[in-house]
């Protein structure tokens, strides 16, 4: 544990004595996908942000995922639906009325 917060490396996590918002996220994610302390899968480390940097036209898009895992995670949900899987938080939160698709 670390007095400046929570300890994360690769797919383990390590609580802290001073639990974090992204540390009580982590956790949660570990407990529900993984056994508590390690996930069965190596996360992404790469920055989320829910909009592409606007084009030449002025319109932003929404992203998926990362912009290294955006067309993926879209082409996935287009064939299942638009259905999130099980654990997966909707995105719509983050993206408002009129954005580009």
């Known amino acids: 544990p670390l007095k400046s917060g929570d300890m994360y490396g690769g797919a383990h996590y ?3 004595a001073d ?3 992204q540390g009580r996220a982590i956790l949660e994610a570990a407990r529900k996908f993984g056994d508590g302390k390690t ?3 190596p996360p992404c480390k790469k920055y989320y942000n829910p909009y592409s940097e606007v084009n030449a ?3 932003k898009t929404r992203l ?3 912009r290294l895992h955006h067309e993926q995670r879209k082409k996935r949900l287009k064939k299942e639906g638009g259905r999130w ?3 997966e938080k909707p995105l719509d939160f983050f993206w408002t009325d009129g ?3």
């Open 64 to 66: 998926y995922a990362c």
């Open 85 to 87: 899987r099980k654990g």
């Open 14 to 16: 390590i609580a802290s």
């Open 57 to 59: 036209d002025g319109l």
């Open 19 to 21: 639990m974090t918002d």
């Open 39 to 41: 996930l069965p899968y």
């Open 99 to 101: 954005d580009n698709e």
